[in-house]
């Protein structure tokens, strides 16, 4: 199959869950055999430059160009900001009809588009007869994250753009996907059911399958017998990283020098402050060492040098309509997880088996979590190797890439 993926992602590299599982799904694809081009109408830019140079290119197998060739979406003022996207937009659909000429079997896949940049892909598709699909992994975040959302007339305007085109795109798509249980129920009130997916987070355990890596940390930041606690990931108010700061401040007391907090991301910006003044008024700087953004290349060697990884998540909508994409990473790299029981994680995963569950935002639980581990390394190497094996048969990008294809194939065939 030919394949367009169109998507508002940092690309390769990105500081989010979206670029990741973006990236996931367009490779599962290409393992499958397909031809798979990835449009990116605008590079958000939330990611350092020296790290994405490039506009256009293949990587692993996935042809991607930037139609906007620059990052940000935004430029000054709400006209011009239109104008911009719109220019975008009429690219972006110039480029779908280069790119499906002469294919067979073209198939257009939109990744949790809005209205404005949604619906004239659709149009197009429905013109040209391009089977098209739409997968949603989150709830649009300006409707709830409110720790960071500022009331602008732009930002209404763009809460408004999302809520129009989550009523009205997956009326016209002829297939869905949805990373949660919750996202699946709300879009089976909307259309029929036949047609929606649930498609878990993807990851390449192969990449993730590297020998426990002491040297990577302890040679950089002198972490000789010391217990190494991990997160990887970003700083909305949803993540939950002030509970695991608070969790480790805990922990540290009883366990003194002997344990580190290592803590991998550095977006949004606002978030990222507010971790470090936490960090600095616990008094406990000295044991969490902060890394800041790091590229995917080196996220498996950071796992493999952990003790323990763990996602803190919120109790929040945002985290029951979604799925942590960190967390199949984590498991993959062999390493005993923590997570919070919140979302659709509990039915894949299984407590102190191939995981540990916490109770969401109680700062008091994770840290005996936490501690748990530290006092049972049999256990806690148990559950690192059963988490790995649940990764391989649940989250590889290569199943779940076959049961994508799968589920594509069924629709594109049906009458």
Same mark, same amino acid.
């Given at each position: 199959?030919?394949?367009?993926?169109?998507?508002?992602?940092?690309?390769?590299?990105?500081?989010?869950? &979206?670029?990741?599982?973006?990236?996931?799904?367009?490779?599962?694809?290409?393992?499958?055999?397909?031809?798979?081009? *990835?449009?990116?109408?605008?590079?958000?830019?939330?990611?350092?430059?020296?790290?994405?140079?490039?506009?256009?290119?293949?990587?692993?197998?996935?042809?991607?160009?930037?139609?906007?060739?620059?990052?940000?979406?935004?430029?000054?003022?709400?006209?011009?900001?239109?104008?911009?996207?719109?220019?975008?937009?009429?690219?972006?659909?110039? /480029?779908?009809? +280069?790119?499906?000429?002469?294919?067979?079997?073209?198939? *257009?896949?939109?990744?949790?588009?809005?209205?404005?940049?949604?619906?004239?892909?659709?149009?197009?598709?429905?013109?040209?007869?391009?089977?098209?699909?739409?997968?949603? !992994?989150?709830?649009?975040?300006?409707?709830?994250?409110?720790?960071?959302?500022?009331?602008?007339?732009?930002?209404?305007?763009?809460?408004?753009? !999302?809520?129009?085109?989550?009523?009205?795109?997956?009326?016209?798509? &002829?297939?869905?996907?949805?990373? $949660?249980?919750?996202?699946?129920?709300?879009?089976?009130?909307?259309?029929?059911?036949?047609?929606?997916?649930?498609?878990?987070?993807?990851?390449?355990?192969?990449?993730?399958?590297?020998?426990?890596?002491?040297?990577?940390?302890?040679?950089?930041?002198?972490?000789?017998?010391?217990?190494?606690?991990?997160? !990887?990931?970003?700083?909305?108010?949803?993540?939950?990283?002030?509970?695991?700061?608070?969790? #480790?401040?805990?922990?540290?007391?009883?366990?003194?020098?002997?344990?580190?907090?290592?803590?991998?991301? $550095?977006?949004?910006? /606002?978030?990222?402050?507010?971790?470090?003044?936490?960090?600095?008024?616990?008094?406990?700087?000295? /044991?969490?060492?902060?890394?800041?953004?790091?590229?995917?290349?080196?996220?498996?060697?950071?796992?493999?040098?952990?003790?323990?990884?763990?996602?803190?998540?919120?109790?929040?909508?945002?985290?029951?309509?979604?799925?942590?994409?960190?967390?199949?990473?984590?498991?993959?790299?062999?390493?005993?997880?923590?997570?919070?029981?919140?979302?659709?994680? +509990? &039915?894949?995963?299984?407590? /102190?088996?191939?995981?540990? #569950?916490?109770?969401?935002?109680?700062?008091?639980?994770?840290?005996?979590?936490?501690?748990?581990?530290?006092?049972?390394?049999?256990?806690?190497?148990?559950?690192?190797?059963?988490?790995?094996?649940?990764?391989?048969?649940?989250?590889?990008?290569?199943? =779940?890439?076959?049961?994508?294809?799968?589920?594509?194939?069924?629709? =594109?065939?049906?009458?």
């Amino acid at each position: 199959m030919n394949i367009i993926v169109v998507a508002n992602v940092d690309f390769p590299e990105g500081s989010g869950g &979206d670029t990741k599982r973006v990236r996931m799904i367009c490779k599962g694809l290409v393992n499958r055999g397909n031809r798979v081009f *990835l449009i990116v109408p605008f590079m958000p830019g939330n990611t350092p430059y020296a790290i994405n140079r490039q506009f256009s290119g293949v990587v692993d197998g996935i042809y991607f160009k930037c139609m906007s060739g620059c990052y940000g979406a935004m430029v000054n003022g709400l006209i011009r900001t239109l104008f911009n996207k719109i220019s975008i937009v009429l690219k972006t659909m110039k /480029e779908i009809g +280069q790119v499906t000429r002469g294919q067979n079997s073209n198939i *257009l896949l939109l990744y949790n588009l809005t209205f404005y940049d949604g619906f004239p892909l659709l149009i197009l598709a429905k013109i040209k007869k391009i089977f098209i699909a739409i997968e949603y !992994c989150e709830l649009r975040f300006v409707s709830f994250e409110k720790e960071y959302y500022k009331k602008t007339l732009r930002n209404f305007f763009l809460n408004l753009n !999302c809520k129009i085109g989550d009523f009205l795109l997956p009326r016209y798509v &002829d297939a869905i996907f949805v990373i $949660s249980n919750y996202l699946y129920n709300k879009f089976a009130n909307k259309v029929n059911p036949k047609k929606i997916s649930i498609l878990p987070p993807l990851v390449d355990t192969r990449q993730f399958y590297v020998e426990k890596q002491n040297s990577y940390l302890t040679n950089r930041y002198r972490l000789e017998h010391c217990k190494i606690i991990t997160y !990887c990931g970003t700083f909305w108010a949803n993540e939950g990283v002030n509970y695991l700061i608070e969790a #480790f401040a805990q922990v540290r007391k009883r366990y003194s020098d002997s344990i580190k907090l290592i803590i991998v991301g $550095s977006y949004p910006q /606002e978030g990222y402050g507010k971790i470090k003044e936490m960090v600095t008024n616990l008094n406990i700087g000295d /044991e969490v060492i902060l890394l800041g953004f790091k590229p995917a290349n080196e996220i498996p060697y950071i796992l493999a040098s952990s003790d323990i990884l763990v996602a803190p998540k919120a109790n929040s909508i945002l985290n029951i309509a979604g799925f942590p994409t960190k967390l199949p990473e984590y498991l993959a790299s062999g390493v005993p997880t923590i997570v919070s029981k919140v979302g659709d994680i +509990q &039915d894949y995963a299984t407590n /102190e088996k191939d995981i540990l #569950f916490c109770i969401p935002g109680d700062s008091q639980d994770l840290a005996q979590k936490i501690e748990f581990l530290l006092e049972n390394p049999d256990l806690a190497k148990e559950i690192g190797t059963n988490g790995r094996r649940l990764a391989i048969e649940r989250f590889d990008i290569d199943k =779940v890439g076959e049961q994508m294809v799968t589920f594509l194939q069924g629709i =594109v065939s049906e009458p």
